[in-house]
């Protein structure tokens, strides 16, 4: 975990693609080892707004992991071990009204899991390779997403003059595929907001780990409830990403700089009180 002038720190966290962070100089490239496994790349730390911030891309450099393949727990483990404590997370979205379509950005304030199978908790009791054991911890997730990160994205979108959607539901869904018509109809009817892939389980394991989590949802396509035509393709949700991420990255870089320098959230004390077993976990 050096580059070989001491140990790479960073205080801010962002998982998304690659586009992010490419233009930034002076970066550095750490290789973290994690108790889960391999997080998706190496991690890419360079400065931004002053601050030491970590890049990680979630899907692996060109774009080698599905959703339900990305090693949450790895990721996650990966930017704590580094020292952040406040998490970006952009990610890629299908608009599940017909106002909110492709360049739409939201910042949801609610989160729905429909996916299947994906290991989403820190605390399941199972021996870590160290022959520790974590304890069965109970995380409250009723406001999923950290209000700081939440303001600082939104006033860093209007500074953009990209006005934002203030709130939100996400339903999270196992992918690889996209929704059926009736799928996304009912998430429609639900009153949820935009659809994804990867929303879950990182914003849970970031409470887990007493770390603030921010997503940041870029709507590309509308959904197939909400368009008539033959419904949404993987390289139409790439084209779209493409020529909205210059002003993603304006948006992202300008909250970084809006983030509080302490946090006054919540979510620092998400495991007050608790012992979580895990090797420097607040609660420990
Ligand atoms: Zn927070």
Same mark, same amino acid.
């Given at each position: 975990?050096?580059?070989?002038? %001491? ?38 730390? &360079? ?18 992991? #599905? ?11 990966? !930017?704590?071990? =580094?020292?952040?404590?406040?998490? !970006? ?18 910042? #949801? ?47 860093? $979108? &209007? ?62 396509? =509308? ?5 008539? &035509? ?21 948006? =992202?870089?300008?909250?970084? %700089?809006? !983030?509080?320098?302490?946090? $006054? ?7 007050? %009180?608790?012992?979580? &077993? !895990? ?6």
């Amino acid at each position: 975990m050096t580059d070989g002038h %001491g140990p790479v720190r960073a205080e801010v966290g962002v998982i998304g693609g690659s586009g992010l962070y490419e233009l930034l100089d002076d970066v550095v490239e750490v290789r973290v080892e994690t108790p889960y496994g391999q997080p998706s790349d190496v991690l890419v730390v &360079g400065e931004v707004a002053g601050l030491p911030v970590a890049f990680l891309p979630r899907h692996g450099r060109g774009h080698r992991l #599905p959703p339900h393949r990305i090693n949450y727990r790895a990721n996650l483990w990966a !930017l704590h071990s =580094l020292g952040v404590r406040q998490v !970006l997370g952009p990610c890629a979205v299908g608009g599940l009204r017909p106002g909110f379509g492709p360049g739409t950005l939201l910042v #949801p304030d609610q989160l729905v899991d429909r996916t299947s199978g994906r290991v989403q908790t820190f605390y399941d009791g199972l021996p870590l390779p160290d022959g520790g054991v974590p304890e069965v911890v109970h995380v409250s997730m009723a406001d999923p997403y950290c209000p700081a990160g939440r303001a600082a994205a939104l006033e860093a $979108a &209007g500074a953009a003059a990209w006005e934002p959607v203030d709130g939100g539901t996400m339903v999270v869904i196992e992918g690889p595929r996209f929704s059926t018509r009736a799928e996304s109809r009912w998430f429609t009817a639900n009153g949820w907001s935009v659809v994804g892939m990867t929303g879950h389980p990182e914003a849970v394991l970031a409470r887990e780990l007493g770390l603030c989590y921010t997503s940041i949802a870029l709507v590309t396509d =509308l959904d197939a409830g909400v368009e008539s &035509g033959q419904g949404v393709t993987h390289a139409e949700v790439l084209a779209e990403f493409a020529r909205n991420v210059e002003r993603l990255r304006t948006v =992202l870089f300008k909250a970084i %700089g809006l !983030l509080p320098a302490e946090r $006054a959230c919540p979510c620092g004390q998400a495991l007050d %009180g608790l012992t979580t &077993g !895990l090797p420097g976990v607040p609660g420990d």
